[in-house]
């Protein structure tokens, strides 16, 4: 009997490929320049305006504690939903590239060693052997913590008024 399969975005930051659940990707963008907000988190990095929806951008390279790189018109922005404090909210994820969307089954994930990560391995759902690469399976729901969730919409909520 064959398990679940479920389709994956692969994605690259620093040469190492992620994935992260398609059912939870709105939309892929190319970098747009970001509007800086003050006294947040360094991996904050600021708001964009998407068709008149303010989404706040995470770069994934300073959550992950990896050395900071200028944006490129080839950066791109995942847009995600994530469980917000009372409601689903959306973010952006700054990322070098999206490779492809992969059938991953759901048997293949092993589970994720606790040493051996340059960030926190709460981030990660498993990791994924796929085409001769491993590649780690992100746990948005953990990506950020529900006191950097209300802080963000906080903000937002004082940028807009």
């Not at 509007?35 to 995470?58: A, D, Q, W, Y």
């Not at 498993?126 to 990506?143: A, E, H, K, P, S």
């Given at each position: 009997m064959a398990g679940t399969t479920n389709k994956?975005?692969?994605?690259?930051?620093?040469?190492?490929?992620?994935?992260?659940?398609?059912?939870?990707?709105?939309?892929?963008?190319?970098?747009?320049?970001i509007t800086p907000l003050h006294e947040t988190s360094r991996f904050l990095k600021g708001v964009i305006n998407l068709r008149g929806r303010i989404i706040p951008i995470i770069?994934?390279?300073?959550?992950?504690?990896?050395?900071?790189?200028?944006?490129?018109?080839?950066?791109?922005?995942?847009?995600v939903e994530i469980l917000g404090a009372?409601?689903?909210?959306?973010?952006?994820?700054?990322?070098?590239?999206?490779?492809?969307?992969?059938?991953?089954?759901?048997?293949?994930?092993n589970r994720t060693p606790e040493i051996g990560f340059k960030f926190k391995s709460k981030y990660?759902?498993?990791?994924?052997?796929?085409?001769?690469r491993m590649v780690m399976l992100l746990n948005l729901d953990t990506i950020l913590s529900t006191e950097e969730v209300v802080e963000l919409q906080e903000q937002l909520a004082e940028g807009t008024k």
């Amino acid at each position: 009997m064959a398990g679940t399969t479920n389709k994956y975005l692969v994605f690259t930051i620093e040469k190492e490929s992620y994935a992260i659940p398609i059912i939870k990707v709105q939309e892929v963008i190319r970098y747009t320049p970001i509007t800086p907000l003050h006294e947040t988190s360094r991996f904050l990095k600021g708001v964009i305006n998407l068709r008149g929806r303010i989404i706040p951008i995470i770069d994934m390279r300073l959550k992950f504690n990896l050395a900071e790189k200028p944006y490129t018109d080839r950066t791109v922005f995942i847009i995600v939903e994530i469980l917000g404090a009372r409601e689903v909210s959306h973010i952006g994820m700054a990322v070098d590239a999206v490779q492809d969307v992969a059938d991953i089954q759901e048997e293949s994930i092993n589970r994720t060693p606790e040493i051996g990560f340059k960030f926190k391995s709460k981030y990660l759902h498993g990791i994924v052997q796929l085409n001769g690469r491993m590649v780690m399976l992100l746990n948005l729901d953990t990506i950020l913590s529900t006191e950097e969730v209300v802080e963000l919409q906080e903000q937002l909520a004082e940028g807009t008024k």
